[in-house]
């Protein structure tokens, strides 16, 4: 069993930063892939940042420049710090993670709203 606990939303006016954080836990031996993806009503989600267990990471076009992924290994953590908020970055930010090469866990959710 493998749960993944995300913290960090809430609500900020555009223009600020939040940070997200998500922790992997349970019967864990390996992790590779971690990554956040985000969902508004009636969308599919979509993907916002990805890091590799070597540090490489790939960035969905419109957080490009503002967002940075980074992971703390020896916490089986996952970092997403939002800068230059935009009311567009509304949405349920999901922390995701490619677990013990076969399982892909999702964390629950953590809402982020951003006010104009």
């Known amino acids: 069993q493998v749960q993944m606990v995300e913290s960090g939303g809430g609500l900020v006016q555009a223009g600020g930063s939040l940070r997200l954080s998500c922790a992997a836990s349970?019967?864990?031996?390996?992790?590779?892939?971690m990554g956040w993806y985000r969902q508004t009503p009636g969308k599919q989600r979509e993907l916002v940042a990805t890091?590799?267990?070597?540090?490489?990471?790939k960035y969905g076009d419109s957080v490009k420049g503002r967002f940075t992924i980074s992971r703390d290994n020896a916490k089986n953590t996952v970092y997403l710090q939002m800068n230059s908020l935009k009311p567009d970055d509304t949405a349920v930010y999901y922390c995701?993670?490619?677990?013990?090469?076969?399982?892909?866990?999702w964390g629950q959710g953590t809402q982020v709203t951003v006010s104009s």
């Open positions: 995701n993670a490619y677990v013990n090469y076969g399982l892909r866990a």
């Open positions: 349970g019967s864990i031996f390996h992790i590779n892939d």
């Open positions: 890091i590799t267990g070597g540090g490489s990471t």
